[in-house]
Nanobody, 120 residues
């Protein structure tokens, strides 16, 4: 069956870094757009970054541009989110998402989420 498993979250101090991973199984990973979303307490889920199947095109939310980098390794069925210069406002549960539409997240696959907490 389809699975997306995130890992790499945790507690980090402001200014620190984390690298999230999302390992996929049960579908043709190399044909899917991969996205990272996040949801902070009391807030709506927001799109953080996305990457096309070949990895040639990426896109970021303004709030993370220049600090986060999305990438993928199709041979390992894994997507990554490298997060640098973390801020307290980056605290959220981070979810990976796989789909075939650049814009929407309808009819897509979701991971279970990994908690990222940025605090001193």
């Amino acid at each position: 069956q389809v699975q997306l498993v995130e890992s790499g979250g945790g507690l980090v101090q402001p200014g620190g870094s984390l690298n999230l991973s999302c390992t996929a199984s049960g579908f043709a990973f190399s044909s899917y757009i991969m996205k990272w979303y996040r949801q902070a307490p009391g807030a709506e889920r927001e799109l953080v970054a996305r990457i096309r199947p070949t990895g040639a095109v990426t896109n970021y939310a303004d709030s993370v541009k220049g600090r986060f980098t999305i990438s993928r390794d199709n041979a390992k069925n894994t997507a990554y989110l490298q997060m640098n210069t973390l801020k307290p406002e980056d605290t959220a549960v981070y979810y990976c998402n796989a789909g075939q539409n650049w814009i929407t997240s309808i009819n897509t696959y979701w991971g279970q989420g990994t908690q990222v907490t940025v605090s001193s």
